[in-house]
């Protein structure tokens, strides 16, 4: 799919209604496992691995689903963390945050089977560190990552959290 069909290709599978999402934090040596997104030509957006929930299943199976597809890695659901939520139109979700440990699996990039083969929208998936995440632009790292410290400091943040818009457009 070319590149300028991407962000309408999102917008129509993701957008314009309030989705329910689930994200896992996944740290392994003092580094946090980050998926990055095209979402448009000229726009990357780095966040921890996660998706919609689907009907019917629990926040802990759709987040195992997620994962396994984004990764290859299966993972345990630890401690629920926080709600963040993302409003960037036409996307809003409401996101929940959950600690996660690896069971098991093989470390490789997926996909995401909302979308078309050809519409694929991950593009990479590697560790980072802290100052790897602080020298990031703001505008391609998810909001909860802003100004953050220390990777200890996710697991101590509780409750609702909401960063307001943030749209670059």
């Known amino acids: 799919m070319p590149q300028d069909q991407i962000s309408k ?3 129509s599978k993701f957008g314009h209604r309030l989705r329910s999402r689930v994200n896992g934090i996944l740290i392994e040596e003092d580094k946090i ?13 780095w966040s921890v691995p996660g998706g919609g929930m689907k ?3 629990s926040a802990p199976e759709n ?7 984004e990764t290859g890695l299966e993972i345990e659901i630890g401690p629920y963390l926080f709600v963040h939520e993302y409003l960037d139109p036409p996307l809003h979700a409401m996101e929940h945050f959950f600690e996660v440990r690896k069971l098991g699996g093989n470390l490789k990039l997926g996909i995401d089977p909302e979308l078309d083969q050809n519409g694929q929208i991950l593009l990479e998936l590697t560790w980072m560190s802290t100052d790897q995440l602080k020298n990031l632009p703001k505008e391609s790292l998810h909001q909860v990552f802003w100004g ?5 400091d996710l ?7 909401n960063f ?6």
Do not use: A, D, P
Not at 63 to 69: A, C, P, Q, V
Not at 148 to 152: G, T, V
């Open 155 to 161: 697991g101590l943040w509780k409750g609702y959290f």
């Open 9 to 11: 290709e999102i917008e």
């Open 164 to 169: 307001g818009n943030i749209s670059i457009k």
């Open 63 to 69: 987040l195992k689903r997620e994962f396994l597809e």
């Open 33 to 45: 496992l980050m998926v990055k997104h095209q979402m448009s030509e000229n726009r990357v957006f």
């Open 55 to 57: 009907y019917g299943t």
């Open 148 to 152: 953050i410290k220390s990777l200890s």
